[in-house]
């Protein structure tokens, strides 16, 4: 009976010491990371002088939200382990009590300035003057421009058109396109009365684009840049709706301009329009213009929004939605990538338990628009980034882009 008790005794020690050994050791948990960024957001009109930021994580955890001056700079430090997040801007209008909701989806909001507020060109200095082209035949259909677009008037007289306009001080350039001789000038101003010899004038060049079948309202604008960079000094070169019933789609200059910006816009058969848009120092000729916008919604609910893409797939796209409950006058956009198809647009808006919407009946915001924006060698996030900088937006120029939008 002893020698039994003995042995118990050293098997239960023996299982004892099995089951420590196995027994994993406690796990440390992982670190927590520091986030800091920088936001700004410049709101409209100046009544808004707050509004809601909120930040959450992939899995929806909300680590910010918080109640900023409007136009104004704010540091802020979060925990999280996230590189990117779903951010929204919430800014309430006390005038006429609408909501608006901005929502950006899994982005590093990182020296963000985002304006809804243009600013103004600077004005220049000018003074009223006149320029007289001479040896020219009439023509009803013709084009002028300076490097600033003012109220002009003209008058014909024999062989000669004279334009009263608003002279850039102290020297600017004048264009003149007469499309029904396929002819244009460039004229340096530099007095307040300028005349030009119209024999002296050069050959435009013009050009018809492939476009797709069943498409109308087909529109080219044409700007130029006498020096590539210098984007405060452009001249208007073509405006397809000034110049209707052209044989071709648009003439341009093959001197003086060292930079173009082309664009493109019409509405597919589907009623989608689109805008295509180049800028560079050569005018492309064979723009990839789309037969059909390049997303289709499948689901047009805010539980179920589905959405699917062409293969040539846009950088990012906008959802644009409506409250309609007659209690919230809201809009919400949402700027989210193609690529990202779990975002679930109720749950998110519930989730997210805003402050400035607190008891407000989120359920009914229906789909408005749809807008998609393809940027030559540009993610979803460098898109945003852009026009995240007032810089870069409203002074710099894209290189190639596509629109399209679709209304619901």
Not at 135 to 159: A, C, E, H, K, R
Request: hydrophobic fraction near 30%; proline fraction near 5%; aromatic fraction near 14%.
């Amino acid at each position: 009976m002893r020698i039994k008790s003995i042995f118990s005794l050293l098997l239960l020690s023996a299982l004892f010491s099995c089951d420590k050994e196995n027994t994993p050791e406690p796990q440390e948990p992982e670190p927590v990371e520091e986030f800091n960024f920088t936001f700004r957001n410049d709101t409209y009109p100046k009544e808004v002088e707050t509004y809601e930021l909120i930040l959450s994580q992939k899995d929806g955890k909300v680590i910010l939200d918080t109640l900023v001056a409007a136009n104004s700079n704010h540091s802020f430090k979060v925990m999280t382990n996230d590189t990117k997040f779903n951010v929204s801007t919430i800014a309430h209008d006390p005038v006429t009590d609408k909501y608006r909701i901005k929502t950006y989806v899994q982005v590093n909001p990182d020296k963000w300035h985002i304006t809804e507020i243009s600013p103004l060109a600077d004005k220049k200095l000018t003074s009223r003057s006149t320029i007289t082209f001479d040896n020219i035949t009439y023509d009803g259909l013709f084009f002028f421009q300076t490097t600033q677009i003012n109220n002009m008037n003209y008058g014909w007289s024999n062989s000669k058109v004279t334009f009263t306009y608003d002279r850039v001080l102290p020297t600017d350039i004048g264009y003149f396109l007469n499309p029904n001789e396929e002819k244009y000038m460039f004229v340096d101003i530099n007095s307040a009365e300028t005349t030009a010899d119209f024999t002296n004038a050069s050959n435009a060049l013009r050009h018809t684009f492939n476009v797709p079948a069943g498409i109308t309202k087909f529109s080219t604008s044409l700007y130029g840049y006498p020096a590539a960079g210098a984007y405060d000094q452009s001249i208007t070169l073509f405006l397809s709706y000034l110049l209707p019933n052209r044989p071709y789609d648009f003439y341009y200059p093959n001197s003086v301009i060292e930079e173009f910006t082309l664009k493109n816009s019409y509405t597919d058969a589907g009623g989608a329009h689109h805008s295509y848009s180049n800028n560079g120092t050569t005018i492309p000729l064979d723009f990839e213009f789309a037969p059909k916008a390049d997303f289709t919604v499948t689901n047009k609910t805010l539980d179920g929004f589905q959405v699917t893409f062409e293969d040539d797939k846009p950088s990012t796209y906008t959802s644009g939605w409506s409250s309609t409950d007659t209690d919230l006058d809201a809009s919400w956009h949402v700027s989210i990538s193609p690529d990202e198809t779990n975002f679930k647009y109720s749950d998110y808006l519930h989730k997210i338990n805003s402050k400035l919407l607190a008891g407000k009946n989120l359920s009914a915001f229906q789909l408005k628009l749809i807008n998609s924006q393809k940027v030559k060698d540009y993610t979803h996030q460098d898109v945003l980034d852009y026009k995240a900088d007032p810089n870069l937006y409203f002074n710099s120029k894209l290189k190639q882009s596509r629109f399209i939008q679709k209304s619901y």
